[in-house]
């Protein structure tokens, strides 16, 4: 779902403006800071604050009226045209798109709205309008991964600031959290037994909790025990119960010798049982791997490998 954001304009958590450059534009909305900047000179699109030495300076309003009008000009309408309308205009066209179109890259550029904003009803309407359409797989792996992508780019050029990410991530950790709990647990005589967790220092836990949710979907066991766990406090665990995998991935930016030894003290606690992992700093990094592990890059992958080692 499109959302305009003429109408939202009070902040309830973020009471003080925040000020972005031209280059944080660009990174929000994907159009080119040379562009931006033919619109501002040409058509006055925007009007920057300078500073001192007369560099742009854009607030919230200059943000959300951006995405908005980008929003606009990729559904075909000429930016000559979208500067004439006013700011209730610019809304209900974007109202208007929202009701019979609803593109991934618009879908995203919600979801930042929504992050930026703290904004929990844009982000519920626009989840949800995916979900409807897409199903809660599909949004995941074509909506909110993609977006995570941006967020991390946005993240690494300094223009968000930790409480927003934060405030995305969470909400959409509830989503994974009530999905994975509505997931009937299988009864089946073949269902494989999996263990979960994020090791010692990791803390981004939307991967691990979509891939909880697929395997229980999927019709297996799981037991999940979250981010942050040493590795070792897994053995009594794998000594316990009959684990037909162990599944974790690596995030975080860690140098390869650290890695390495991270991997190693796996090889030893899993005695032998088959380990999936997957991860950044995995599938970056080459590393000679035990013969019971395996990397996965994708939902795809992490089926085929489970499909053959189970046949």
């Not at 030495?53 to 980008?70: G, P």
């Not at 003290?265 to 599938?283: F, Y």
């Amino acid at each position: 779902m499109i959302i305009c954001l003429g109408a939202l304009i009070h902040h309830f958590f973020c009471l003080v403006m925040s000020s972005y450059s031209i280059k944080d534009l660009e990174g929000f909305t994907g159009i080119k800071a040379h562009t931006l900047r033919i619109w501002e000179k040409r058509y006055h699109v925007l009007k920057p604050q300078r500073t001192s030495t007369n560099i742009r300076s854009y607030d919230d309003e200059d943000l959300k009226r951006i995405l908005n009008i980008s929003i606009l000009n990729r559904h075909g309408y000429r930016i000559s045209d979208i500067i004439k309308l006013s700011e209730k205009e610019i809304c209900e066209k974007v109202m208007q798109l929202s009701q019979r179109c609803a593109d991934t890259h618009s879908q995203i550029e919600n979801l930042l709205i929504a992050m930026i904003e703290m904004d929990e009803e844009i982000f519920h309407q626009s989840f949800n309008q995916s979900v409807l359409k897409n199903g809660f797989e599909d949004t995941f792996r074509y909506l909110i991964f993609p977006f995570f992508e941006r967020v991390g780019l946005l993240w690494q050029s300094g223009s968000i600031t930790p409480a927003q990410e934060h405030f995305v991530s969470n909400l959409i950790r509830q989503k994974l959290i009530v999905a994975i709990d509505s997931i009937i647990s299988p009864r089946k005589p073949d269902a494989l037994h999996f263990v979960l967790f994020l090791p010692e220092g990791e803390w981004h836990e939307i991967g691990l909790l979509f891939t909880h949710y697929l395997i229980k979907k999927w019709g297996h066991y799981t037991l999940y025990f979250g981010a942050n766990l040493p590795i070792e406090t897994i053995q009594p665990v794998l000594e316990k119960f009959e684990i037909s995998f162990v599944v974790t991935q690596f995030i975080n930016g860690i140098c390869s010798n650290d890695l390495n030894r991270q991997i190693q003290k796996l090889a030893e606690v899993s005695q032998g049982k088959k380990v999936l992992l997957s991860g950044a700093q995995i599938i970056q990094k080459q590393f000679d791997m035990p013969n019971h592990f395996y990397i996965y890059e994708d939902i795809d992958e992490l089926r085929e490998i489970i499909d053959i080692q189970r046949a």
